[in-house]
Each structure stands twice: as C-alpha cells, then as structure tokens.
C-alpha cells in the first residue's frame, strides 16, 4: 500500500509540474503552453476508468475460478498492470487540476465529484482484498458473480445519468 501511495504521490506533483509549466508557458502568450496542457487533459480524463474496470474485473472473475498456479499469473501479468494504471492515472488527473486549481483559481471542485471517479474505488479496493477474496469457497463463489456483473455492466451499459 505504500508503494501505491508513493508512486501516486509521485505521479501527481510531476503531473502538476507539467501542467504548471504548460499554463506558465499559455500565461505568457506562447501556444505551446495551451497544447501542453490539453494534452494533459485529454490523457486525464475520467470516462477511461470504465474500460480499464471492466478489464479489472474480467481479471478479477478469472482469478475466482482458475487454479492457484494460473491465478497467479492472471494477478502479476493483468491484474497488477491494470491496478497500477488506474493508480497513475489517478494521480494524473488529481495533479492536473491541483496545478489549474494553483492557477486560474478556477472552481475545480465539480471535476473532483465526478461519479466515474467511483471505478477507482470500486478497482483499489477489490485489490486489496483479492487474497481475502481467494481464501473463501463462499466468497470466492460469490464474487464471480459480482465481477461478472460488473464486467459486463462496465461493457455494455451506457452509464448515462
């Protein structure tokens, strides 16, 4: 857990340099600065965290239902690369807005609300209670019904509100 809170650290102030730069650089009239910091927003953007969650928990039904060997696998080759990207990209939007909210002092509360930020949670936390998870005949039967459903309700569902 401390490496994830150092690398998402990590990852925010060097985002928020960046975005910092950029809008230094815009400040002063160079365009540069303007297409450095859409960039960054167009990497950051919250509706990426539905596709990554439904790969998470396609993952995560996998590692239900597999022998330990294999679930093992599933784990270090999917399940910890999807984890961390979340993680980073996270850390991205959060260090973008701290570097617009320095800024412009612009009202960056309502992109902190947005309700997608809910899959981070939703891939964190299966993540850190996926041995919890293992363990269990019953809660393992169970879950690979939960991250079935929400795999395909992260696939297909329009999530429109």
Same mark, same amino acid.
């Given at each position: ?48 965290? *539905? ?13 239900? *239902?597999?022998?330990?060997?294999v679930a093992g696998i599933v784990l270090t080759h999917a ?10 990209? =996270? ?64 696939? =297909?569902?329009?999530?429109? *509100?």
């Amino acid at each position: 857990m401390s490496k994830a809170l150092t690398s998402f650290a990590l990852v925010a102030i060097l985002t928020a340099l960046l975005m910092a730069l950029s809008l230094a650089v815009a400040r002063h009239g160079y365009p540069f600065g303007a297409i450095g910091a859409e960039r960054l927003d167009d990497v950051a953007d919250a509706g990426t965290f *539905i596709p990554l969650a439904a790969v998470y928990f396609f993952s995560a039904l996998l590692m239900m *239902i597999l022998p330990i060997r294999v679930a093992g696998i599933v784990l270090t080759h999917a399940a910890d690369a999807i984890f961390w990207t979340v993680i980073l990209l =996270f850390a991205a939007i959060i260090g973008g807005l701290a570097a617009r909210w320095a800024f412009d002092r612009s009202n960056v509360l309502p992109a902190l609300l947005n309700w997608r930020f809910l899959f981070v949670v939703a891939v964190v936390g299966c993540h850190l209670f996926m041995n919890e998870l293992r363990r269990n005949i019953l809660l393992r039967s169970l879950f690979f019904v939960v991250f079935a459903a929400a795999t395909l309700a992260c696939l =297909f569902w329009s999530f429109t *509100i």
